[in-house]
C-alpha cells in the first residue's frame, strides 16, 4: 500500500511476490496456458490479452494481480453469499428451481456416469432471486473505501451542518455508511431481504410515482461495491460468474448445514446428522486493503452430496444465453 522500498518495510511479502511473479512468468513464456488440461476461462483471457499484446512477463503479472483480488475479496463474498443464502429456506428453494431449469443431465452410456451441467451463461437472464441474493449479500457484507482526490472546492450541506472540502483534500468514503442506510433502504436495512432487487418484489420504501423513482435512484448512488468511474472494478463480472456459479452448484448437489462445535473434526457420526441451516456469523473489523471482512472465529460446516448426486460429475457451460 506504502509503495516505498517494500524489500524493506515489507519483506516477506516482497519476497513472496517476487517468487510467484517468476514462476507465472515462465508458466506463460513455456506456452503451458495452451496445454488441453487448462480450463476455457484461462484460456480465454490468455488468448485475449495476447490479441491487444500482452507478453508472457504481462500474462503473469495479471494473474498475479488476479489471485491477490479472488483470495481478499472474490472468495469472502462467496462465503458471505453461501451463508445468507443457505440460511434462508425460501431463498434456498427458489434457487434450486431457478438453477434446475439451467440445469441438463446426461449419462454415459459406457461408463453409466451420470453428468449434469449448469449453464451459466443464463445466470443473470434465467435466475434473477440468485442475482438478487448476490447483490444483497454484497450489499451486507462489503466494506470497500472509495478514495477520491477533491478537483475544486466543494461544500456538502446536511440537514443542520454545512462542510467545505477543499480542493485537492483526499477524501475516504466507506461504503458501508450508505448501504446500510435506513434513510436510503428502509427500516429493514440490516435484514437480508433479497426481494428489495427484484422489480415485482416488496420495495424498501412502499412508495409510488416520482418518489419511487427517486428511491431508486439513491439507492443506485448509495450502492458502489465496485467503485465507479474510470475506478470501476473490472474483475466484477468474473466476480459474478464464479460466486453464483458456486452457489448453484451447493444448492443443486450438496447439503451444507452447520457442524457439530462441540466435536473435533468432521466425524462420520457428524456427517449422518443434520444441523440446521447456516447462521450468519458476527464480521471482524477489516484490514485497509481488504473491501470484505472475515467471520468472527471458526465457522464450521459440514459439506456433502446430496442423496441421489453421489456419484454426479459436475459441470459448467459459460456459453451466452
Excluded at 68 to 94: D, H
Aim: proline share 5%; hydrophobic share 40%.
Amino acid at each position: 500500500m506504502l509503495d516505498f522500498f517494500p524489500s524493506f518495510t515489507a519483506p516477506k511479502a516482497h519476497l513472496a511476490r517476487a517468487k510467484v511473479q517468476t514462476a507465472l512468468r515462465a508458466y506463460f513464456h513455456a506456452g503451458y496456458d495452451l496445454d488441453d488440461d487448462v480450463s476455457p476461462f484461462i484460456k480465454r483471457r490468455t488468448f485475449t490479452q495476447r490479441k491487444y499484446g500482452f507478453g508472457p512477463n504481462e500474462c503473469g503479472d495479471w494473474d498475479l494481480a488476479m489471485m491477490l483480488v479472488a483470495t481478499t475479496n472474490a472468495v469472502p463474498t462467496l462465503f458471505w453469499t453461501v451463508v445468507y443464502v443457505l440460511s434462508s429456506p425460501a431463498i434456498i428453494a427458489s434457487v434450486r428451481e431457478e438453477v434446475s431449469a439451467i440445469t441438463s443431465r446426461s449419462t454415459d452410456p459406457a461408463t453409466g456416469e451420470t453428468s449434469m451441467t449448469i449453464t451459466a451463461g443464463k445466470f443473470a437472464t434465467h435466475c434473477p432471486i440468485l442475482c438478487a441474493a448476490y447483490q444483497e449479500s454484497i450489499r451486507l457484507s462489503n466494506r470497500q473505501m472509495s478514495i477520491r482526490v477533491a478537483e475544486e472546492d466543494t461544500t456538502v450541506a446536511s440537514s443542520d451542518k454545512t462542510f467545505l472540502i477543499q480542493k485537492d483534500s483526499v477524501l475516504f468514503i466507506p461504503s458501508n455508511i450508505y448501504s446500510e442506510s435506513p434513510e436510503i433502504w428502509g427500516s429493514n436495512a440490516h435484514l437480508f431481504e433479497p426481494g428489495r432487487w427484484l422489480k415485482e418484489g416488496a420495495g424498501v420504501v412502499d412508495v409510488g410515482g416520482k418518489e419511487a423513482k427517486d428511491t431508486e435512484r439513491l439507492q443506485k448512488k448509495a450502492f458502489f461495491p465496485f467503485g465507479g468511474g474510470r475506478h470501476l472494478c473490472p474483475g466484477r463480472h468474473l466476480a459474478f460468474a464464479e460466486i453464483l456459479g458456486m452457489i448453484a452448484l451447493l444448492v443443486m448437489g450438496f447439503d451444507v448445514v452447520m457442524a457439530d462445535e462441540s466435536r473435533s473434526g468432521l466425524s462420520s457420526a457428524v456427517a449422518e446428522k443434520e444441523e440446521g441451516l447456516l447462521r450468519v456469523p458476527a464480521r471482524e473489523y477489516r484490514f485497509f486493503g481488504e473491501a470484505v471482512p472475515k467471520p468472527v472465529g471458526e465457522y464450521n460446516v459440514l459439506v456433502r452430496r446430496k442423496k441421489g448426486f453421489e456419484g454426479v460429475r459436475w459441470g459448467f457451460d459459460l456459453g451466452s444465453a
